[in-house]
């Protein structure tokens, strides 16, 4: 059976007798519970769904203004036969919704409570830090709200996010009994337990998409433990006169046409093979057409956007091991392969940094603009992005290795205040450039850092020097201005006539606002530009 969870995008790493370790993709939080996993198999094992019955409540809602988190969202789930690891498997939901999906907390967090124990209507509210108390979560006595932040291990984890605020955000019941300091921890006497027949869940956080995306995955993965298969939906009435009901009760209808899936996976597949397929992941057919389909995907699945999406879905149900058969029946080739010079150049520009002491990282291609634009204060400058990205962090494709090096730096500051780091990274980048018909210039960089308590520009001067030494090509210096570096410790990299990198000391200012002490020499140098000119 395991094997099927490759259809759901679902990597297992380990299986040992009845238990199986498994990295679901980071695009389906719904697959972050046993719940869900079970949910997604039973159609390839003809396995009849579980009933689930959707109705509006009798628990309402009231937000009120907090501009630094503003949105909240509230859903019901009744009926629950519950196990210790059943709690578990819905606390592990709830974690690693807010931890990727949430941005550690920051976007957005997630709580859920035993509903019998409050009396609603819930507010959402600000409360004063050194006046309200509550008991926290595994903690033997009440504390007050700065207690939270300052002595217990969610307060020190995330207090950041709303320490600075004057008052901090709350859910309380009608008798004014709080639920939980928003975002940092709930309450010990609300807490889920096997004894628990219904729960409130609840979400709040800076995007009002995003707050009832997680309410609708929590509530339908929650629902599935359901002996009725009971979810109510939960009206929260905000001041602004905005109404926000969760969890989702429908998905919004994609129109897919036939030519178009057949053409992006190269198969002949009819509109009634697709929507067969398409049965598979739980997907509505709402119209079918002999060249298109009108479709709506359940409504926990938050990463299906448009017809693409669709189709990927399709192709696994298909099989991507199916994909391409034809092309075995092709001749054998009559030429004889070799490396191409680009990858050639870049694993010798490995051995050499690896000689020279130089740790290799690995960053990501997609990079975001925050990264790649104000990290080093560059401020506006055109980069490709990504219309409907998964992830803030991979928002558009990346103009330069610096950046991602310095974050790499500040990810291991301990390590780099402590002691010499050295690292360094060979990848691509991508530069807008309308002298190119796709209008996109690609270019292999190497790119390195140095970080010690002495570290000064000679330190990057050196290995640079040592480097292009052993790629046979003579370096020379200018004087030159990069974002982010002292203009007066920075320096052109040119060879063979033309201008192929930099290096340079980061700005002071820069290094402090990252927690970082000691100096930071950075490199970066086009394999492209010295492939092209210098060989």
Not at 145 to 172: C, H, N, S
Not at 387 to 403: H, I, M, Q, T, V
Request: charged share 30%; with cysteine; aromatic share 8%.
């Amino acid at each position: 059976m395991y094997r099927l969870l490759a259809k759901l995008k679902c990597e297992v790493e380990e299986v040992s007798g009845d238990k199986v370790i498994l990295e679901a993709s980071s695009d389906r939080p719904d697959l972050f519970s046993v719940e869900g996993i079970a949910r997604a198999l039973r159609p390839w094992l003809e396995l009849k769904p579980k009933d689930i019955t959707v109705k509006d409540s009798s628990v309402n809602g009231y937000a009120e203004e907090i501009p630094q988190r503003p949105y909240v969202a509230l859903a019901v789930v009744r009926d629950l036969v519950l196990t210790d690891e059943a709690i578990k498997q819905m606390m592990q939901l709830q974690e690693k919704i807010a931890d990727t999906y949430g941005r550690r907390r920051r976007k957005i967090s997630i709580g859920v409570y035993d509903l019998d124990k409050i009396k609603p209507p819930i507010y959402y509210k600000l409360a004063d830090p050194d006046e309200v108390r509550y008991r926290p979560l595994n903690e033997p006595k009440e504390m007050t709200l700065r207690e939270v932040l300052e002595k217990t291990d969610k307060g020190q984890a995330y207090g950041y996010i709303i320490k600075d605020m004057e008052k901090y955000p709350i859910l309380a019941d009608s008798r004014g009994e709080v639920l939980s300091l928003v975002p940092i921890l709930n309450s010990d006497d609300y807490k889920v337990t096997a004894e628990t027949k219904n729960v409130l869940i609840d979400s709040t956080g800076t995007s009002l998409n995003d707050v009832v995306n997680a309410v609708t995955i929590m509530a339908y993965n929650i629902a599935e433990r359901s002996r009725t298969g009971i979810i109510e939906v939960v009206a929260v009435n905000y001041v602004s006169g905005l109404i926000v009901k969760a969890p989702r009760i429908s998905a919004e209808p994609i129109e897919v046409r036939v030519r178009e899936v057949n053409r992006l996976l190269g198969t002949s597949l009819s509109a009634h093979e697709i929507a067969g397929l398409l049965r598979r992941f739980y997907y509505v057919i709402e119209d079918l057409k002999e060249d298109s389909l009108i479709v709506k995907a359940p409504v926990y699945r938050i990463d299906v956007k448009t017809w693409v999406d669709v189709a990927e879905d399709v192709a696994m149900a298909y099989g991507y091991e199916r994909l391409g058969e034809e092309a075995t029946s092709l001749p054998p080739t009559q030429t004889i392969g070799r490396i191409h010079p680009i990858e050639y150049v870049s694993r010798k520009v490995r051995d050499i940094l690896i000689g020279l002491g130089f740790q290799e990282v690995a960053n990501y291609m997609m990079s975001s603009r925050a990264t790649q634009l104000h990290l080093l204060e560059v401020g506006d400058r055109e980069m490709f992005v990504v219309e409907n990205p998964r992830s803030e962090r991979f928002e558009g494709l990346r103009l330069w290795l610096a950046p991602q090096l310095v974050e790499v730096v500040a990810e291991n500051a301990e390590k780099a205040t402590k002691s010499k780091l050295m690292i360094f990274e060979v990848g691509d980048v991508v530069i807008p450039d309308d002298t190119f018909e796709t209008s996109a210039r690609v270019e292999r960089r190497v790119g390195f850092a140095i970080t010690h308590e002495k570290a000064t520009l000679t330190d990057g001067l050196a290995y640079v020097k040592a480097m292009f030494s052993e790629l046979g090509v003579k370096p020379s210096f200018e004087k030159s201005h990069v974002s982010g570096f002292l203009p007066e410790r920075t320096a052109a990299i040119k060879a063979c006539g033309g201008d192929v990198g930099f290096v340079g000391e980061v700005n002071p200012q820069i290094l402090l606002r990252l927690g970082l002490k000691n100096p930071l020499v950075i490199a970066e140098v086009s394999l492209s530009k010295i492939i092209s000119s210098c060989w």
